[in-house]
């Protein structure tokens, strides 16, 4: 067997191994930031209307603040 077949069936061993893992970790982070946005939203609704209006909010804007704050990096 050469190095290369050598590496390669290795990778794949890796891959295959870790595979279970990646997506247990990948549902275990979308749990946890489904949790945050949750936490986020419950907050920012249980503020009086003169606090939001304070911070420049309305209630319809909820979701989409609670979007952008957790939501993906936007691009530059």
Known sequence: MSAY????????????LR??????AGLLLRA???RQ???AAAALHN???RLLEDI???RNDIP???ERLFGPPEQI
Do not use: A, Y
């Open 64 to 66: 989409r603040i609670v």
């Open 56 to 58: 420049g909010i309305t």
């Open 19 to 24: 595979s279970p893992r990646v997506m247990v």
């Open 37 to 39: 946005r949750r936490r």
């Open 32 to 34: 946890l930031q489904r």
């Open 47 to 49: 503020l009086d209307d």
């Open 5 to 16: 077949e050598h590496s390669s069936t290795q990778v794949r061993q890796d891959l295959t």
